[in-house]
Each structure stands twice: as C-alpha cells, then as structure tokens.
C-alpha cells in the first residue's frame, strides 16, 4: 500500500488537512479539495479539557466521510494546545495529527487508519509517543494480525481499533458547516451534532505502551 514507482506513499484516503484556531496555523490542505467547516466543542472530563475549535476541513476527492470524521474523532479525543493535524497524501513523511512541543519536537505522533509497521517504527523512532487509530471492523483485524509481532516490541505505541459501526456512524455526521460536541467521561466518548443523536465512540484497546 505505500509503494509506488519504487517511492513509499500514504493511502489515498489520508489526504485531508485541518488548520485550527487554537492551534492558529494551516498545516496543508490538498489541492481540489472540498472544505468542510467545524464548530468542535469539547468536555474531556477525564483528561480535564475543556476547549472550543474551529476547524477548516480540506478533504480530498478519494477520501470518505468515514475517514474524515475518524480524523475529526481523532482530533476531539487527543485535543492539547499544540495537536494539529498535517499533510497527508501532500506529506509522506508527516502523520495524521501530531503534537510538538516548543522547540520543534515531536510529543504525540497520531496515525489513522491501518498503518504498515515500517511507517509505525519509524514514528517510534521519532516521537516520544505513537498513537495508531485503526477502524474497518474485520479489515482492522487482519491488518493488526499482520503487523502485531513487529509493533508489539516498540515500548512507544498504542493502538486502537474502533468498533465496528463507529467509523459508519461518525460518517453520517459529516455536513459542509458542522457544529460538533465531543464529550468524555470514564473512559467513554460521544461526538455528536445539534441535528444528530451523539455517536458512541467505542475502542479496543489493542496495545498500550509499555510504561502504562
């Protein structure tokens, strides 16, 4: 999935960039795009995280409102100050979202979707943790089969999967101009809209990092 004439490239469905408000930069947006635009409300009663984004959503032609919403999830679930999302399809070599701190070094590495391990190892390698949100159902369960013995040594990576309906659900809620809560209490996720009912965010925690 990441080769092409002899150069590794991401999945075509990783193409969409985010600039945020709080974060306060663009990290990218493909070309042809279709934008998207969120007011994200977020209650992360766990972590203690309250904040308000807007969001401009650039998603790519060949990308789905499954993936899109995956990645909004993303953002919603692991929200810091400086988590920002990237390039995507426009940077092989950058991650779905990522946190770096103030003097340029990678904290957080966020990857969706069912990364090779090659790509996993190289982000160990880089930051100070991965995280890998896998959905897809039975697809995420091959894909983690293959790729387990080599992931599960790195001590820096988690991985998730979601469950099976969740990407499908998060989908439907995707509109041009969305306004989105995010809430989080014990260890349980919602996201949902002023005109929807909220989707239950359920995860398998498939690995945790070793110092947890």
């Not at 999302?85 to 003097?103: M, R, V």
């Not at 919602?190 to 909220?198: I, R, V």
Request: net charge negative; glycine share 8%.
């Amino acid at each position: 999935m990441y080769k092409q004439n002899g150069k590794r490239q991401r999945a075509a469905d990783d193409s969409f960039s985010v600039r945020s408000a709080s974060a306060g930069s663009w990290c990218g947006m493909a070309l042809k795009s279709t934008i998207y635009k969120a007011e994200l409300q977020i209650a992360d009663m766990d972590r203690h995280y309250y904040a308000d984004h807007a969001l401009t959503i650039a998603r790519h032609p060949s990308e789905t409102d499954e993936r899109m919403m995956v990645r909004v999830a993303a953002f919603a679930l692991f929200a810091q100050e400086r988590l920002e999302f990237c390039k995507g399809l426009s940077d092989i070599d950058e991650p779905d979202l990522w946190q770096k701190d103030l003097t340029g070094a990678i904290e957080t590495w966020i990857e969706v979707g069912q990364p090779d391990e090659r790509r996993i190892a190289k982000a160990s390698g880089r930051s100070n943790e991965v995280v890998v949100i896998a959905y897809g159902g039975r697809t995420s369960e091959i894909w983690w089969q293959g790729v387990r013995n080599k992931v599960d040594r790195l001590r820096n990576v988690t991985v998730w999967t979601l469950g099976e309906e969740v990407g499908a659900a998060l989908g439907k809620l995707a509109e041009r101009t969305m306004r989105l809560q995010c809430t989080v209490q014990d260890g349980a996720a919602w996201l949902g809209s002023a005109d929807s009912d909220p989707v239950p965010i359920e995860w398998t925690v498939l690995k945790a990092p070793a110092n947890a």
